[in-house]
């Protein structure tokens, strides 16, 4: 019989354009992930600068041992989730551990993983919205899953095997001659009364779809929200992530929450849409972040402000790793951390000596750890409008019992503070060069770094890389710098 509906799907898939078909549905997409052209991704990440990491004999062993444990665990975990198919269930309420399985969600992210990588065409995982505004918070999955040609026969056995698995499952009902668009499916549908036992709103159905070189797996009634049409055509190479935020805090206030005041804090409640996606280009990759906004961005993204004069400046020692230099908005910054979270909040009298002591710019990095140590080297990095300011503002933060040592470094005074109990890589050390305060984890990292102050260094050094063209102008309140290896 499966092999009967898979030669009925071809048949009806015959008519449909060359890009092959795939299961378009009508539902509204909350998120969506996608990695298109597998083949060619994965012949650039080995000439990338990040697969070359890879190339060496030690770390090619260890990926290929971690492979190899990440496959056996989730093929284990795939094995033991279709085995709950064949418990008894005796018509009641099924209890959590079986519960799980009418939910998708978690299993069909680490799905997504269970076949080899190289077997792949094209990977997508769809979030939709449920069509009953009553069950927002109960959303359906599409997992998406295309072959390359060599390998579809190995993955119409596996999914075959699965089907006939699931046919014979005490825990689902098998809907007889389910079908899309005129393309034979498998559906599965709850037991009679289980849809209201209070398990959370559990989708009416799931379902399995083989069209050619393309293996679906969803849920919610699949003629109802959805059908059979040409796949869309992607022309680039690249993993890409959509979401729909606009969507999803309709979908929170229709259900009576609010959203989370970290969504208010990151500037999410002025966002309709984030995008992201990375691709390969000259070795490296070039990611991209895309925010539609439907007004002023508030939280993270109205911390930044415009700036009449350069970034602080924070030449790094060798082994820079990633380094983000801004101009912050102090006031807006600070109200907004509080706001978000009361943690953040600071004596009346420190917020206002902090406030006039320093002009927003900031800058923080990451140094591999120097020879022979284990603690990556950290620094923190403030430009200065009244340095006799901050002097009152640290005394007065500082416990009296904390002792301050004092030494000199390239003509630079520096403070030490010695934490009792604490290793001697862990001691925090500052000191003012010009208008600008320096800080690190430590007094041995601080010396690194006012090394490289006297300089012609003001930022981590990144060769010959130069900022990535594109759209739009660039932010001068923002520099962000990593190293891609």
Known sequence: MLRAAFLASTACAAALPAQGTTYISSLKTLFQVRATKVPQLLEQWRGSALGGLFEDPQALRCGRLASRFEGSRIHRR?????????????????????????????????????LPVHELESAELRVLLHPDPDRNLSPFFVRDLAC???????WTSRFD?????????????????????????????LPEGWADVGLGGLPEQQW??????????????????????PAPVHSDVEV?????????????TAAGFSAPAEWTLFGLDAVDRLTWSARFVDGL???????????????????????????????LPEGGLVQLRAALDLHKTYDGLV??????????????????????????????????????????????????????AISSALPPELEVKKVRYCDVEVSVLKIPGAPSGLQPAWGVVDETL???????????????????AVAMNVGEMTAPSGDGTALTSFDLRYDPA
């Open 438 to 456: 320096h800080g690190a984890e430590s007094a041995r990292s601080m010396r690194a770094l006012l090394q490289v102050q006297g300089s012609d």
């Open 208 to 229: 399995m779809l083989h069209l050619p070189g393309r293996f679906i797996h969803g849920n919610g009634v699949i003629d109802a929200s959805g059908s059979v049409g």
């Open 339 to 392: 706001a978000a979270d009361d943690n953040f909040a600071l004596p009346g009298p420190l917020v206002d000596r902090l406030l006039a002591a320093l002009d927003g710019g900031v800058a923080l990095a990451c140094c591999a750890p120097a020879p022979g140590g284990l603690i990556p080297r950290l620094y923190l990095t403030f430009g200065l409008e009244d340095p006799a300011a901050l002097d009152q």
């Open 78 to 114: 795939t094995e033991t989730w279709l085995a709950m198919h064949q418990l008894g269930s005796d018509q009641e309420a099924p209890p959590a551990v079986i519960a799980s399985l009418y939910r998708m969600g978690q299993g069909e992210v680490w799905r997504m993983l269970e």
């Open 161 to 189: 095997d699965e089907a006939r698995r699931r046919a014979r499952s005490t825990l689902f009902v098998d809907v007889p001659d389910a079908e899309v668009s005129s393309f034979a499916a498998h559906a599965f549908a």
């Open 148 to 154: 390359r040609p060599r390998y579809e026969g190995q």
């Open 285 to 315: 990759i070039h990611d991209v972040v895309q925010l539609d906004v439907n007004g002023p961005l508030g939280g993270v993204g109205s911390f930044f402000s415009e700036r009449d004069r350069p970034l602080p400046a924070q030449g």
């Open 240 to 252: 890409r992530l959509d979401v729909h935020v606009d969507l999803y805090n309709d979908m929170l």
